[in-house]
């Protein structure tokens, strides 16, 4: 199998590598291929998004069972892809899952030392990463949902710069501003010259002097906020929302980070989800399936009128088109499909008795070629296009 088609050969670890080994083998690619580390080279753009997806798939042990067993069709199964399935995987979406497992280049870069860049990524403020829990109903309509973070706001005596009012920051003597020093050095292998961030402000090139009292120089105070989240309709468990900017403020007014939020779906016990379509089991009772019937269903959009055809077997299944979730990015909804069950009553009245024994006395015997349990599966697969 070729690298591209492989998400272990992608990583560069064993099919039977465990999860550290994965998160570590993906650290190690994402750092060098990183954009921010790649001047915006497209390759190195193409490659982390590979690495990224092929890290998404392996450490999540679902994921990973469904992708060994079925490789990347397994994945996909009934959803179609969408903005957040696997087909459409963007950049931002590699960058996040990077960002929420490993807080961005931080400190690695400190490492490497130098460039306005760093800086600017010191100055950067904090991800705040939220759950939000959702019903299928809410997965259904889509939802503005209410979270309180606990964050940090500008600190208003200073207007964030930490300096106490009236004074401000200035120059670093020891860097001259550029917040690193360099030195010379020797090695074996000749001269090099290695940076690192000053000592004296730490990196900051400026200094203040006179720290304001009320944030004690960082220019944020601690802060709870209440923030109103549009969830669109059709996401799946584990997708996140980011919304830029919405995270805590850098320090002396540094941009602020994101707001990272993570979705959880409550499950539904009356449905089994498969991408965008719903299965739903619906017991039926004899008579109904002999003479058909009109019967409510509960779908997550509410109550429908389902039409049971006279003759109705076990495991058939009616679909209800457009009556799923929708899709994400696509527009459009799944199905709904309905399983059907015919019912065999644990107890009978002596009415109900007295009619089956009549009804057995007239009843023809059910034919011995049809093989119900093997067209069940078969109804199922052919009503979810597998
Ligand atoms: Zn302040
Ligand atoms: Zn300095």
């Not at 080994?21 to 998004?49: Q, S, V, W």
């Not at 498969?274 to 003479?291: E, M, T």
């Not at 009109?294 to 389902?306: A, F, R, S």
């Not at 696509?330 to 007295?354: C, I, M, N, Y």
Request: net charge neutral.
């Amino acid at each position: 199998m070729s690298r591209a088609g492989d998400f272990y050969a992608v990583l560069g670890v064993r099919r039977d590598a465990s999860e550290a080994d994965i998160k570590k083998a993906y650290r190690k690619l994402a750092m060098e291929y990183h954009p921010d580390r790649n001047n915006g080279d497209k390759t190195a753009e193409e490659r982390f998004k590979e690495i990224t997806e092929a890290y998404e798939v392996l450490r999540d042990p679902e994921k990973r069972a469904l992708y060994d067993r079925y490789g990347e069709a397994g994945l996909r199964g009934g959803t179609g892809g969408g903005a957040y399935g696997f087909s459409h995987f963007d950049l931002s979406e590699a960058l996040n899952i990077f960002m929420r497992d490993f807080g961005g280049l931080g400190g690695f870069d400190a490492f490497f030392g130098g460039g306005e860049r760093t800086r600017r990524e010191r100055h950067r403020g904090q991800d705040v990463k939220v759950t939000l829990k959702l019903t299928l109903g809410e997965v259904a309509t889509g939802a503005t949902k209410t979270v309180r973070v606990r964050t940090l706001e500008r600190c208003t005596a200073c207007g964030g710069t930490g300096a106490q009012a009236g004074t401000r920051a200035t120059t670093c003597g020891t860097c001259g501003g550029s917040g690193e020093v360099r030195r010379a050095a020797r090695s074996m292998f000749g001269q090099f010259v290695s940076v690192s961030p000053c000592p004296a402000c730490a990196g900051e090139g400026t200094v203040i002097q006179h720290p304001c009292s009320k944030c004690a120089g960082d220019g944020r105070v601690r802060s709870e906020k209440t923030m109103q989240i549009d969830v669109p309709a059709g996401v799946a468990d584990h997708h996140y929302l980011t919304m830029r900017g919405q995270g805590v403020p850098g320090p002396r007014n540094g941009p602020p980070g994101d707001l990272i939020a993570v979705l959880e779906i409550a499950e539904d016990p009356r449905f089994e989800r498969h991408g965008d379509d719903i299965v739903y089991d619906l017991p039926i009772s004899f008579s109904q399936a002999a003479l058909g019937a009109e019967l409510e269903v509960p779908t997550p959009h509410g109550n429908t009128t389902l039409k049971i055809q006279p003759g109705t077997q076990t495991g058939m299944v009616y679909r209800i088109r457009g009556k799923g979730l929708p899709r994400v990015g696509e527009g459009g909804r799944g199905d709904f499909h309905v399983r059907v069950h015919v019912w065999t009553p644990t107890k009978l009245t002596s009415e109900q008795r007295a009619l089956f024994e009549q009804l057995a006395s007239v009843e023809s015997d059910p034919p011995a070629e049809e093989h119900i349990g093997r067209k069940f599966w078969d109804q199922l697969r052919q009503a979810l296009g597998r």
